[in-house]
């Protein structure tokens, strides 16, 4: 993966009548990266996606694809693959012509296209299938054909518009893994656009999360789920304990807050008298008061055990209710309505400001 | 993840009771379908060969096909019939997107003048157009009274006038079917198409073409259908120059009293319709 920009997004904005869609957004994707934008419906996601494309020209800003400015040249002159929803395979034509239509569009030599086609095909493990009729393939397989149908010009970004909501949870959850897989072997450049916080913290080498046609937070996955830059991040992606509060006072990063269940310290820098709410992931809460650290206590309201681990969510009064994600290993669960205390460290509590969102 | 999450669809054979009990239940329809469509043919075939001095003849497909008379005549059917069905669907194809395209009150208005014609007997229409057409007509009198022509042009009993009235009364037909599969097409078809490489154009004709094939192929089979036998409009709107087989099968039962011949006449007539309709259909197969 090199450092050179590959796909250049600066100030792109949509409107569509009085709603803005898209309000200046900046986004840059390095070559080979995988990059998913996540967010609720009506985001900003896929008019995006659309705009990358040259499906929804952008009002405003500007999009540079392999070097060259491309905010205004028409989908076939771009050189992108998507991947639709619904797929829009053609139905007149076999899963090899469909493969094919690209090259062929493109005057590709008969040759090199029944190369493309087989290689395509390939790589999706559907070799033997083309010349099946679209519609005698399944789900999983019409899946495949999109994605060996946008491969096989070897575009300079592959898009993917919720690509795979359309299959069922174990297949998307296989597709998720393989495809991830399959889009670093032949190191393709690539977006999806998803709803799906699991498949965008599985497929991606970063995740821009996408709130009211802005960019909330662009990381990796790993450094999103653990240092959420927005409230709006932190309940989009994992689940969270969040307690609101007053700040009282703090030095170096760290907040003193006042909350219904006791003084808790923060990571966050705000003024005496903001409020904020406490937030951090359930998997830092331990059973016992913990040294140094944050501590709540409270009833046991109910404990769901899911297997490799077991969430526990207690009523610590006042409103507030703390979650826990408790391992396996540990050595005896707490039952429905016993007195629990539970500690979490400093370093992994985030204070945001109440009022957003 | 191998392919076994994706297993092959099963396809069971049904055995003979269920086919014999599915056989039951088509069986009321098989036979009104013979009663009311196979019978009545079998009888024109028939008559068409019967001498009725006895024995068999093809003495009135001789003549149909052995003067240039009525070579003629079947000419200006197959004129008629490939004539209007090319302008019928030159018009109708852009209408059915424009139609598809359209919203709310304006689809409403847009299909009701569509439907509301056909509500009207095809004799109606067809002196309306006489009434616009005529020397002392609608469109000769304004014409004149703005000055723009001084005498009045021939337009009624011109070829003209007989291919503009037929294309007029049989647009229907041809904008519904094509109308139907408009609908249903998917925008986003056009939008892979696109981002594969294809021009608008190469979109055009690689993909919505094809895709909308059926509606058209439908509407083709309805209007050639429909003006190569069409027999109340050649006779209003154009008479006697312009012998088709629906007015050469009326003279032939009606005032020269030759069933035999009607009969021989009216099974070109359809012969001609199932092999364009058949032609239209097999052409317009995707090639391989």
Sequence with gaps: MSAAPHLVISGVS??????????????????????????????????????????????????????????????????????FQSYALFPHLTVA??????????????????????????????????????????????QRVALARAIAVEPDVLLFDEALSALDRKLREEMQVELRRLLQEVKATAIFVTHDQDEALTMSDRVAVMNKGRIEQLAEPRELYARPASLFALNFVGLSTRIAGQVVGGSNGTVEVVTPVGRLSARGAFQPGASVIVATRPEQLRLGTGDGANSAAGRVRSVVFQGSRTLVDVDAGAGASLLAELSGREAELPRVHDEVRFAWPVAETFAFAAEAS | MTDAVLPAPIVKAAPDRERLAAFGFVA?????????????????????????????????????????????????????????????????????????????????????????????????????????????????????????????????????????????????????????????????????????????????????????????????????????????????????????????????????????????????????????????????????
């Design chain 1, 97 to 142: 012509g469909n493969v094919a239509f690209g090259l062929k569009v493109r005057g590709a030599p008969k040759a090199e296209i029944d190369r493309a086609v087989e290689r395509a095909l390939s790589l999706v493990k559907l070799g033997h299938l083309g010349s099946r009729r679209i519609s005698a393939l399944s789900g999983g397989q019409q």
């Design chain 1, 14 to 83: 949509k409107r569509f009548g009085a709603a803005t869609v898209l309000d200046r957004v900046d986004l840059t994707i390095r070559r080979g990266e995988l990059v998913t934008l996540l967010g609720p419906s009506g985001c900003g996601k896929t008019t995006l996606l659309r705009a990358i494309a040259g499906l929804a020209p952008p009002d405003g800003g500007t999009i540079a694809l392999a070097g060259r400015d491309v905010t205004h040249v028409p989908p076939h002159r771009r050189n992108v693959g998507v991947v």
């Design chain 2, 28 to 288: 009321p329809s098989v036979l009104i379908i013979a009663l009311v469509f196979v019978l009545p043919l079998a009888l024109l075939l028939g008559v068409s060969v019967l001498d009725p001095k006895g024995g068999v003849t093809v003495a009135h497909y001789a003549r149909l096909l052995g003067t240039p008379y009525y070579l003629g005549v079947i000419w200006n059917s197959l004129r008629l019939g490939l004539l209007t069905t090319l302008i019928a669907f030159l018009i109708s194809y852009p209408a059915a997107f424009a139609l598809a395209r359209a919203r709310g009150a304006l689809r409403s208005i847009l299909l009701a003048t569509l439907f509301l014609p056909l509500a009207a007997s095809v004799i109606v229409k067809a002196f309306a157009w006489t009434i616009l057409l005529r020397s002392d007509g609608l469109i000769n009198t304004v014409l004149i009274a703005v000055g723009i022509i001084e005498d009045p042009i021939r337009m009624i009993f011109t070829q003209t006038a007989l291919i503009v009235g037929a294309v007029n009364i049989f647009l229907p037909f041809m904008v519904l079917p094509i109308y139907a599969v408009v609908a249903q097409l998917d925008g986003r078809y056009a939008e892979a198409a696109a981002t594969l490489g294809a021009s608008p154009l190469v979109v055009f004709f690689r993909v919505i073409l094809p895709l909308t094939l059926p509606g058209i192929i439908a509407g083709v089979a309805l209007v050639f259908s429909l003006s190569v036998s069409a027999y109340v409009v050649p006779t209003l709107l154009i008479g006697e120059k312009y012998p088709t087989l629906a007015t050469t099968i009326a003279k032939a039962y009606l005032l020269a009293r030759e069933p035999g011949f009607g009969a021989a006449a009216g099974v070109v007539l359809l012969a001609i319709a199932i092999i364009v309709v058949a032609l239209s259909a097999m052409l317009s197969r995707e090639p391989k």
